[in-house]
């Protein structure tokens, strides 16, 4: 949502993501309706059969899967023309959301279901991996955009953060564990949906497996998420001590101030 829902609901940001990107799928997806309970993870079983009233009952089991997987599409989407930031950032969140759309379509169960529900760390860890051969890290392009008090005047200053060569090397390393944890998620979170969706596609089993392994996997590949960026900002942060000094720290005032201190020859290599 954009910062003026979020400021007049009140809500963070964080909690309309879960409420489009996990919990209304879960339900669309849940054999039964009964929120709060194992039901809304398809567990409910009678006869080896999961059992319940729920959306799938309402219009249909395929058309409740398409549904599902599209809502979150649709968020990214609603989320990135509100606010209107437009970026390399946004451009391959929107653009991974249209092919997640696209893949929704696709009526595949087994391995290829598990590989198509990973595209998402496949896509980014390409990304990543794709940066550090071309010599771009792409964690350069997220820092560049994530610093939002870069006046004209100080445009100069953070060319010369990004250039000074501690900081370049830990730019690449943090990109390189972005990529390896993107890889790595993606590889548990095909092994999770393979070991967890053994139902056929197109019957409700199917769907409540679907939901079962999105809510296991959501928290893990959140704080994996969060455990990679964290770890590219502290190398960062470890370079740019290492090139200007203690004083200069990502996203304070004090890292012009250092920058404007420290000649640009005194930061690169002899």
């Given at each position: 949502m954009s910062a003026v829902a979020e400021k007049k609901s009140g809500l963070p940001k964080i909690v309309w993501d879960l409420?489009?990107?996990l919990l209304i799928p879960i339900s669309i997806l849940a054999p039964s309706l009964s929120l709060g309970s194992i039901h809304l993870l398809g567990s409910e079983l009678k006869d080896g059969k999961t059992v319940g009233f729920g959306v799938a009952d309402l219009i249909g089991i395929v058309p409740a899967y398409v549904v599902a997987a599209l809502i979150p599409v649709i968020y990214i989407l609603i989320d990135t023309l509100r606010t209107r930031a437009f970026n390399?950032?946004?451009?391959?969140?929107?653009?991974?959301?249209?092919?997640?759309?696209?893949?929704?379509?696709?009526?595949?169960?087994?391995?290829?279901?598990?590989?198509?529900?990973?595209?998402?760390?496949?896509?980014?860890?390409?990304?990543?991996?794709?940066?550090?051969?071309?010599?771009?890290?792409?964690?350069?392009?997220?820092?560049?955009?994530?610093?939002?008090?870069?006046?004209?005047?100080?445009?100069?200053?953070?060319?010369?953060?990004?250039?000074?060569?501690?900081?370049?090397?830990?730019?690449?390393?943090?990109?390189?564990?972005?990529?390896?944890?993107?890889?790595?998620m993606a590889g548990i979170n095909f092994w999770v949906n393979f070991q967890t969706v053994t139902a056929k596609f197109g019957t409700k089993d199917f769907n409540g497996l679907v939901a079962k392994a999105n809510g296991i996997m959501y928290l893990p590949s959140t704080l994996a998420s969060f455990a990679a960026f964290g770890l590219a900002y502290y190398l960062v942060q470890?370079?740019?001590?290492?090139?200007?000094?203690?004083?200069?720290?990502?996203?304070?005032?004090?890292?012009?101030?250092?920058?404007?201190?420290?000649?640009?020859?005194?930061?690169?290599p002899a």
């Open positions: 409420v489009f990107t390399p950032i946004t451009t391959v969140a929107a653009s991974s959301a249209l092919i997640g759309g696209g893949l929704a379509f696709l009526q595949i169960d087994g391995w290829a279901f598990a590989l198509k529900d990973s595209y998402r760390p496949i896509v980014f860890a390409l990304i990543m991996g794709g940066s550090l051969i071309l010599g771009k890290p792409f964690f350069a392009i997220f820092l560049r955009f994530a610093m939002q008090d870069v006046t004209t005047e100080r445009k100069p200053l953070l060319e010369k953060l990004l250039s000074a060569p501690s900081v370049k090397t830990g730019l690449t390393l943090g990109t390189a564990v972005i990529a390896i944890e993107s890889l790595v470890r370079g740019l001590t290492k090139d200007f000094g203690a004083k200069a720290q990502l996203f304070d005032e004090t890292l012009w101030d250092a920058l404007e201190q420290k000649p640009v020859e005194e930061t690169q």
